[in-house]
């Protein structure tokens, strides 16, 4: 009886290890026609691995960018009231200039030009400001081509590699299953490649352009609320 355990134990061990290493074969033999697929897909898989890398490079360096440029410090303007009702707007513009945020500068634009009258203090603000959002935008170009022409490159791909097969069939006379599939789930990499990439694009456009529309709707709150501050200070 003892004997007998002993054999089924060991029959559920082999098994076991014989389903693990299965297992690992599998996953071996799917990874490793993937890279053999991408391989495959022709020079426009290299195209789409450059755009992949381009837009990761903006992406990045717009998150940087408005990361430090987009801040909104609701204590600058407490700062920019207390100094303008001690009668000190250098000291206003001073910390202002030291601010390196797109608020700072354009609540500095308004502080070089009181004295003047508002319709020009106002001017001068906004005029900053859409200096400043047209910078955060400036980039964001080059996502939006990516996320237009990706998903064309991948297409274009995978009619070149649909030619190919059509071509090499009426060279050959081969019109086997294998013959026809075989080259064609190769070449839809291309496409589904092309739209990877063009949605990785897209999503950075559309969050980044979101992000800069809320950052100008509270900045042009910002600025009537200083625009309110110069009336009442009477300088």
């Given amino acids: 009886m003892n004997l007998f355990n002993l054999l089924l134990q060991s029959g559920t061990v082999v098994a076991d290890t014989a389903q693990s290493a299965s297992g690992e074969a599998t996953t071996e033999h799917v990874s490793a026609p993937i890279l053999e697929i991408m391989v495959k897909g022709g020079f426009v898989m290299g195209l789409l691995a450059v755009s992949l890398i381009v837009a990761i490079y903006f992406i990045v360096e717009r998150w940087m960018y408005l990361k430090n ?15 303008l009702k001690d009668n000190r ?8 200039d030291r601010t390196p945020t797109a608020q700072a ?17 106002e001017s001068a603000m906004e005029t900053k400001a859409q200096v400043e959002l047209s910078a955060m935008e400036s980039n964001l170009n080059y996502l939006s081509l990516i ?26 006379g ?23 990439v063009g949605i990785i694009a897209f999503l950075g456009y559309q969050l ?7 950052f100008a709707e509270r900045l042009q709150e ?14």
Avoid at 222 to 235: A, D, G, T, V, Y
Wanted: hydrophobic share 50%; charged share 15%; glycine share 8%.
């Fill in 69 to 83: 440029r987009a801040k909104l410090d609701e204590n600058l303007i407490n700062v920019v009231r207390d100094n």
């Fill in 89 to 96: 707007p250098d000291s206003a513009l001073a910390y202002c």
């Fill in 105 to 121: 500068q354009v609540i500095a634009t308004g502080l070089r030009f009181l004295g003047s009258n508002m319709r020009e203090i």
């Fill in 147 to 172: 996320a237009r022409v990706a998903p064309m490159l991948g297409f274009v791909g995978t009619i070149w590699g649909v030619i190919n097969i059509f071509y090499s069939i009426s060279t050959t």
């Fill in 174 to 196: 081969d019109l086997s299953i294998g013959a026809i599939s075989g080259g064609l789930y190769v070449k839809m990499v291309a496409s589904f490649a092309g739209l990877v």
């Fill in 208 to 214: 980044y352009i979101r992000r800069i529309d809320r």
């Fill in 222 to 235: 910002q600025s009537l609320n200083l625009m309110e501050i110069f009336i009442k200070s009477n300088i």
